[in-house]
């Protein structure tokens, strides 16, 4: 069944304003880009950002040296990822489609990032073969979930029963997953798991100056602790190691 976009398409104009703008929201975002800044490879050239969204890694990406195709499958994200991306023409290159069947040659990407959205996607196991083959033999695959196995365990319950996102006005497919169950649909996929990072929480909520702080130590030394399988939000690095 095809995927609906309406939900994405009305988050669109708010997105960052709502997720990234208030302080423990910039602290989020830092902790997305510090962990996939640790996580890449910077042997790549041309990135695929799957879920580009509203450009926000595309944006930092070009800032780093690569040049990147973003796809996503919501006009009005793209939209937004167009203005603001727009004095960065040259480098980003954005495309309206489902990454369930991504339009793009054979190994034509050196890395694939993902932030913040295989809990969206209804066939997990179809997107990640989809990425394997867009990606050259020694490309890198970045990727992170929404982890049922931490904190959050009892919303994570409750978000997997009615299957999808709390606190939303629209209905946003949404799905946690344990550790296990996405190591093992990206092995299943032909990747090699290299590393795991952790961010201890996946979204904002309105809190006062000191928890921020306590959580943003927290955060800090959980990103790479014993503890990190624990964390909200799990950051995984694969390379590709079978090619179909
Ligand atoms: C939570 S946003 C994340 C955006 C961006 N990656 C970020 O981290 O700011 C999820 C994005 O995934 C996109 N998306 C959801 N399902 C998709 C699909 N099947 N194919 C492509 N994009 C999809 C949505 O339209 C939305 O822009």
């Known amino acids: 069944m095809p995927q609906k976009t309406a939900e994405y398409d009305y988050e669109a104009s708010t997105y960052e304003k709502s997720r990234f703008h208030s302080r423990l929201g910039m602290h989020l975002d830092h902790m997305h880009k510090k962990i996939v800044a640790d996580l890449i490879s910077s042997d790549g050239k041309i990135l695929l950002d799957v879920g580009v969204g509203t450009g926000r890694f595309a944006t930092w990406l070009v800032e780093k040296g690569f040049e990147v195709v973003g796809v996503d499958i919501s006009r009005e994200m793209l939209k937004e990822a167009k203005r603001k991306t727009q004095s960065l023409s040259e480098n980003v290159h954005l495309v309206l489609s489902d990454c369930h069947f991504l339009p793009f040659k054979k190994e034509m990407f050196d890395g694939c990032i993902c932030i913040n959205v295989v809990n969206h996607i209804p066939e997990i196991d ?119």
């Open 126 to 244: 179809r997107f990640l073969k989809e990425v394997q083959y867009t990606i050259e033999p020694r490309g890198f695959f970045i990727v992170n979930f929404p982890n049922l196995r931490s904190l959050y365990f009892p919303i994570a319950i409750i978000v997997n029963l009615r299957k999808h996102a709390l606190l939303k006005r629209r209905k946003i497919r949404s799905k946690w997953f344990t550790p296990l169950e996405i190591k093992s649909l990206i092995k299943s996929a032909g990747f090699d798991i290299k590393e795991v990072k952790a961010c201890a929480i996946t979204s904002t909520i309105p809190l006062g100056d000191k928890l921020v702080r306590i959580i943003e130590r927290m955060n800090l030394l959980l990103v790479d602790s014993r503890l990190k399988h624990f964390g909200g939000s799990l950051f995984i690095s694969a390379d590709v190691y079978m090619k179909r």
